[in-house]
């Protein structure tokens, strides 16, 4: 995992609710300089499996959460894969 990456993500995602696609196109532009694609998406598959693990996390505390998991795992893997998807076309 790129360090410089995860610290950018935590700073814009997690403090300035930044959204991870605007993320993703910011990094692209070279705004903070010069990432490797697969570094990228490294990184993405990293983001997936946290987002994933925490979606878990949630359908143990509630019958409602349960209900929504497999719709919101989905969409989440389509999500990441379309970033992904994104980053080696450009």
């Not at 700073?11 to 959204?19: A, G, I, N």
């Not at 998406?41 to 994933?52: G, P, Q, T, Y």
Request: glycine fraction near 2%; charge should be negative.
């Amino acid at each position: 995992m790129n360090e410089r990456l995860w610290d950018l993500y935590e700073q814009l995602c997690m403090v300035e609710l930044v959204k991870l696609d605007e993320f993703v196109t910011r990094v692209k532009s070279g705004e903070f300089g010069e990432f490797p694609t697969e570094d990228m998406v490294s990184f993405l598959r990293e983001i997936e499996a946290n987002m994933l693990q925490n979606i878990e996390v949630k359908t143990m505390e509630h019958q409602a959460y349960a209900e929504m998991a497999d719709q919101v795992s989905e969409d989440t893997h389509k999500m990441i894969d379309e970033l992904i998807e994104d980053l080696r076309r450009s």
